[in-house]
């Protein structure tokens, strides 16, 4: 057998991207709805799939689905742009605005996802790293910016896994202090409440990434958008897979976002527990939680590692930063159900006295 050439040498150290899921009783790792899709939603959904044509290709943009989001955002249709995921419009935003001899400016901490895709598009990576508290040094960046050369950003609002807001003052200032594109990931703006959109009208260099993953409990069919102008759309529309969205996808979504307004109830639930949450991991000595807008807490631990390995005993999978940098000893802990959040917190506080290994029967 003739042995193969080496692949693409960007991908020489690339670690493939592993959620690291595992049985457990409480998911809290990856920033889900704790509740699915509801019986009567999911009925609708059912009657949408059957009626599809299955042996003919997808409408390529989803223009039915679009058309719903543009409305719904005070917006026209090449305003509006639908993914397989946030994610896929992520690597689109790559491989459209980087490239050879072009560069990204990243705000580590945050999603790491920004800085792969700019490894694998041989785009070079610029940190302007945010301070010790998460937020963004604004004048670092405004400074850099300045200096030119910067072809595109991400301003992650609220971040992940940090979980506060970026200042709406600062996105305005950075959008008239440059060219480059700015994306404003807004994949937890239900949870926050506070969006750029009002801005798209002024500002050509301004795109918002939205999801249906988080807030909509969609994770399982991959669905996203953005808003932008018309020619930034019609980029990013040029280097998509043509039918990265598939039909069944496309269904499920449409009925999803008609019915948006009964997600409010899990979302208003998720906020208020987010606040049981923070006071909770509070009063737990030793653990320092970090604010959040979103649908997730970073907290600080001694032995973040330990500690979750003693969560991961007891049923409970929360997302370990604790090797990334500038995160050190840092847990992220999705808002689950009610429930789900007192078992996390109880095995966090056994974990941090000492008694992980006491077999304490769950409840
Ligand atoms: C979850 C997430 C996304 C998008 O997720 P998809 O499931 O691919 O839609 C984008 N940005 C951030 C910061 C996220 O946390």
């Not at 150290?13 to 699915?36: C, I, M």
């Not at 690597?91 to 901490?109: E, I, K, M, V």
């Not at 040029?238 to 496309?250: C, G, L, N, T, W």
Request: contains cysteine.
């Amino acid at each position: 057998m003739r042995s193969v050439c080496a692949a693409a040498p960007q991908l020489a150290g690339v670690v493939p991207y592993d959620p690291k899921y595992l049985p457990v009783t409480a998911v809290l790792s990856a920033n889900e709805n704790p509740h699915d899709v509801d019986d009567e939603i999911r009925r609708d959904i059912m009657r949408e799939v059957k009626r599809l044509p299955l042996n003919r290709y997808p409408d390529p943009l989803a223009n039915d689905l679009r058309d719903m989001i543009a409305e719904a955002n005070g917006l026209d249709r090449d305003q509006v742009l639908v993914g397989n995921g946030g994610d896929e419009l992520l690597f689109n935003l790559a491989l459209a605005w980087g490239g050879p001899g072009r560069t990204f400016l990243n705000l580590p901490p945050t999603f790491s996802v920004y800085d792969a895709n700019a490894r694998l598009t041989n785009t070079s990576v610029v940190d302007v790293p945010r301070r010790a508290d998460f937020s963004i040094d604004e004048e670092a960046v405004l400074a850099r910016v300045a200096e030119g050369g910067i072809d595109y950003l991400v301003v992650t609002s609220p971040n992940n896994p940090t979980g506060q807001l970026a200042s709406e003052t600062f996105i305005l200032r950075l959008l008239d202090a440059t060219d480059a594109l700015v994306m404003v990931d807004e994949a937890y703006f239900e949870f926050s409440r506070q969006t750029m959109r009002p801005y798209l009208a002024q500002h050509k260099n301004l795109v918002i990434l939205r999801t249906f993953s988080k807030a909509f409990s969609l994770a399982g069919a991959r669905m996203g958008y953005i808003l932008g102008d018309a020619e930034v759309v019609r980029e990013f529309v040029k280097v998509r897979q043509p039918y990265s969205v598939d039909a069944v996808s496309q269904a499920v979504a449409r009925v999803v976002y008609a019915n948006r307004a009964k997600f409010e109830r899990g979302i208003l639930a998720v906020i208020e527990e987010r606040a049981r949450l923070i006071e909770g991991l509070k009063r737990i000595p030793g653990v320092k939680p970090f604010p959040s807008d979103a649908n997730y807490v970073l907290f600080r631990v001694e032995n973040a590692p330990v500690i979750w390995e003693a969560l991961y005993e007891r049923g409970v999978l929360v997302r370990d930063f604790s090797r990334a940098a500038h995160l050190e000893n840092c847990l992220r802990v999705t808002v689950g159900a009610s429930e789900e959040n007192d078992a996390f917190l109880r095995a966090l506080r056994d974990a941090v006295m000492g008694k992980c290994d006491l077999k304490v029967p769950s409840t």
